[in-house]
């Protein structure tokens, strides 16, 4: 079991920047995506920025160009920079974690989550 930690949420103008951090309690193994998610109220939880396949990364159209994810493997770390805000990226902001070990009986597949943080973008 690994513990994702979001950190880094806050109240923020339109125009602004903010960076979140994602701490995992311990190295991940056989991962195959990381990234962060995000959830506004009354609306299904959705993709913001990925990593895959290692070190390929996917943005959703609403933030290409303004947000920029980034990890520190040394530290078990990743981040999400985000830049430009605007109110429609008000949202509480999930890191996740998939993948799939190897055990004795074969491969167990792994899907966590953090605690969220909250991100809004107001003046």
């Known amino acids: 079991q690994v513990q994702l930690v979001e950190s880094g949420g806050g109240l923020v103008q339109p125009g602004g920047s903010l960076r979140l951090s994602c701490a995992a309690s311990?190295?991940?193994?056989?991962?195959?995506?990381l990234g962060w998610y995000r959830q506004a109220p009354g609306k299904e939880r959705e993709l913001v920025a990925i990593y895959v396949s290692g070190s390929s990364t996917n943005y959703s159209d609403s933030v290409k160009g303004r947000f920029t994810i980034s990890r520190d493997n040394a530290k078990n770390m990743v981040y999400l920079q985000m830049n430009s805000l605007k109110p429609e990226d008000t949202a509480v902001y999930y890191c996740?974690?998939?993948?799939?070990?190897?055990?004795?009986?074969?491969?167990?597949?792994?899907?966590?989550w953090g605690q969220g943080t909250q991100v809004t973008v107001s003046s």
């Open positions: 996740n974690a998939k993948g799939a070990i190897m055990t004795n009986l074969g491969p167990r597949a792994y899907d966590y």
């Open positions: 311990r190295r991940f193994v056989g991962i195959n995506a």
